[in-house]
């Protein structure tokens, strides 16, 4: 048995530890339309819980009836972030992914009362401004996956006074594209677009699927990956239009 598992885990390391190899866009999203009727199951296997953690974070801070708030799960893969939303009484809730198979799967769960294909970084979110009491963006915030330049769009479709979550992996492979990430972040507050709420490390985010990914610095020794959950709150008269990064 113990052998068995370990032969999955092996296997679902060389698998995943291809794809963040994988720093092309469309390459990326090809992979996970291969990928998408596995993906829960190989996910489960690395430990993964981003999902939770964000959710846990983004539930504490959002202030009113559970049913009452209109949720955008962005990235939304196959819709493991709507299972955490869902079993906290959040009800209404809109998905948008760039891979059609993860969409597939994502709409078998029944649990998005709308679901749309979109590209971040190469097209606008399908929502007019200030729509959402909160959006998340949960496990896609990494080379080749979603640009730190979408960000504002994000905020775009936040009402004024709405919370947005946002995660990243924090282990070394990753440690570029957080830093670019998180001057992204900092330059919309500065911009007075949002005020960052919390910036929550967390060491277990998911097992590593090399010796190369954990990186030589860490101490952990059950191989796990570190990750950190972003939370910020849309400021009410937001300046989030033409702020980008870099500007
Ligand atoms: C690791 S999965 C995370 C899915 C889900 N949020 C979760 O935590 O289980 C990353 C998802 O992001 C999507 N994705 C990556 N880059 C994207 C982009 N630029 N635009 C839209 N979706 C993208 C992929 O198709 C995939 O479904």
Known sequence: MALETGGRLSEVRTRVGASHGITDLTHKLHFYD?????????????????????VDCLTRALPGPPHT?????????????????QAR???QLHGVDGSPEMLEQARARGLYQRLSLCTLGQEPLPSSEGTFDAVLIVGALSDGQVPCSAIPELLRVAKPGGLLCLTTRTNPSNLRYKEELEAALDRLEQAGAWERLVAWPVEHWELATSELEEGPSTSDRHGFISGVVY??????AAQAEGVRPGA
């Open 34 to 54: 291969q990928w998408a009727p596995d993906y829960d199951q190989d996910v489960a296997t690395l430990q993964y819980r981003a999902p939770r953690l964000a």
């Open 231 to 236: 939370l910020y709150r849309k400021q009410e």
């Open 69 to 85: 708030a209109l949720i955008l799960d962005v990235a939304c893969g196959t819709g493991l972030v709507a299972v955490e939303l």
């Open 89 to 91: 009484g959040f009800l």
